[in-house]
């Protein structure tokens, strides 16, 4: 076995653990107690990442400080990753987890819109019409529960939009840091934003942003929210550093199975049957897409033919 076959396979490793966890951070976000702001909850996650991230980035001699010039694009980075998070976060409060998580698979479609636009990146017809597609089989999800919820069924698309855009600005950077850098700079960046909002709001009475004293459920779960998002991200960041991002990116669509598994057995909740067509195209969507991605890659990085 070729050593870049070891690689690949220890990426697909990578990216199914992710898969596997990163749906338990849905869940401790879903399961702290609803007097616990989902601002509050965002900045547990970023803070337990910087507190897990800097002493092994320091005993990997990995640690460095952000350039003068990336500052501005990790408090981009950071800020779109923010609202992402507390889009989701609050979406999964009020609906089904497996629910959320198939809206938020949109993403990649609004990643190739977004990679045309600001990357220049080329986008066949085909490819445009499977996105279209895989937007209708969110529609089907949405519509329910909008009945149901109002607009909280939009922020997963929310959060799509706005991680498309943080990893959109992702490609743009630099690919010099280290994998633990980067998050503990993400950390950190979204920290500083975050914090001061918690503060100024304290004693507000508006229920979104002021902070409460965490009871001893909602340490543990505010705990598990930092614990498995700091895990699963870093297990994501180290599958595309080993592999070929259209080799896991079709992987991802594991992380449903395991969300509906975690929200049966944590919640009572299975998707219902129309919520399972629009996963299903969703899904089938998202395969053509990456499978198309795929095609593009192998004609660009196939030689010519000698004349």
């Known amino acids: 076995m070729s050593a870049n076959t070891d690689r690949t396979l220890l990426g697909i490793f ?17 399961a702290t107690p609803a007097e616990v702001p989902a601002a509050q909850i965002i900045t547990a996650r970023f803070v ?6 800097w002493p092994l980035a320091v005993a990997m001699g990995q640690f460095a400080w952000p ?7 990790h408090f981009l980075r950071a800020g779109s990753l923010l609202l992402a998070t507390w889009f989701f976060f609050s979406a999964v409060r009020a609906m089904p987890l497996a629910s959320a998580i198939a809206i938020f698979f949109v993403e990649p479609f609004v990643l190739t819109f977004l990679g045309a636009i600001f990357l220049k990146e080329e986008v066949g017809m085909r490819r445009i019409m499977a996105c279209l597609v895989g937007f209708g089989g969110a529609l089907l999800i949405i519509q329910p529960s909008f009945n149901n919820l109002g607009v909280v069924a939009l922020f997963p698309l929310g959060t799509a939009v706005l991680f498309a855009t943080y990893m959109i600005l992702t490609r743009m950077m630099s690919q010099s840091l280290h994998p633990v850098t980067t998050q503990l700079h993400t950390a950190i ?25 965490p009871d001893q459920t909602a340490m543990w779960t505010l705990l598990g929210v930092g614990v ?7 297990s994501i960041t180290f599958a595309l550093r080993n592999a070929p991002a259209a ?18 057995l944590a919640f009572d909740e299975l998707p219902n049957g129309l919520t399972w067509v629009g ?11 990456f499978a198309r991605e795929r095609v593009r890659e192998q004609k660009i990085t196939r030689p010519t033919p000698a004349p």
């Open 48 to 53: 337990v990442q910087i507190v897990l991230l």
């Open 189 to 213: 960046a979204a920290s500083v934003l975050v914090v001061p909002v918690l503060w100024f709001y304290d004693g507000s009475g508006i229920t979104a942003l002021d902070p409460v004293w």
């Open 228 to 234: 498995m998002a700091t895990v699963s991200h870093i």
């Open 247 to 264: 080799t896991i990116a079709p992987l991802q669509y594991l992380e449903i199975i395991s969300a509906t598994a975690v929200g049966y």
């Open 67 to 73: 350039t003068r010039r990336s500052i501005g694009l």
């Open 14 to 30: 990578y990216m199914v653990g992710f898969c596997l966890l990163a749906p338990l951070m849905d869940a401790f976000a879903k």
């Open 279 to 289: 996963i299903a195209i969703i899904v089938g969507s998202g395969l053509y897409v």
